[in-house]
């Protein structure tokens, strides 16, 4: 039901745009995370929206740096990753939840299939 797109092998300091498009009805019912998970590592919290998008949180890591936004009309998220680096390498996910977003991804009940991102140094 959730759909990442986007990703690809591009060099520090560049920049991605990734999208996020679900199919189904009321897309605008739910906040919609950004995570990311390293070969290795656990899954972590990059960006969240709410609903209607008025409300956005990052993590540090990438603040300043990636933009989320959605456009419901579309059912779709984007995150804009900007001045990237390498320790951005990841496979990065959408996932969806009822109400507020959350930075806990145990708390977000539908995901996507994952999107593989590549900073070269």
């Known amino acids: 039901q959730l759909q990442a797109s986007g990703g690809g092998l591009v060099q520090a300091g560049e920049s991605l745009r990734l999208s996020c498009v679900a199919s189904?009805?009321?897309?605008?019912?739910?906040?919609i995370g950004w995570f990311r998970q390293a070969l290795g590592k656990g899954r972590e919290f990059v960006a969240g929206?709410?609903?209607?998008?008025?409300?956005?949180g990052y993590a540090d890591s990438v603040k300043g740096r990636f933009t989320i936004s959605r456009d419901n009309a579309k059912s779709t998220v984007y995150l804009q990753m900007n001045s990237l680096k390498p320790e951005d390498t990841a496979v990065y996910y959408c996932?969806?939840?009822?109400?507020?977003?959350?930075?806990?991804?145990?708390?977000?009940?539908?995901w996507g299939q994952g999107t593989q991102v590549t900073v070269s140094s």
């Open positions: 929206t709410s609903r209607g998008g008025e409300t956005t």
């Open positions: 189904g009805r009321a897309f605008s019912h739910y906040a």
């Open positions: 996932a969806r939840r009822p109400g507020v977003y959350s930075k806990t991804a145990a708390h977000y009940n539908v």
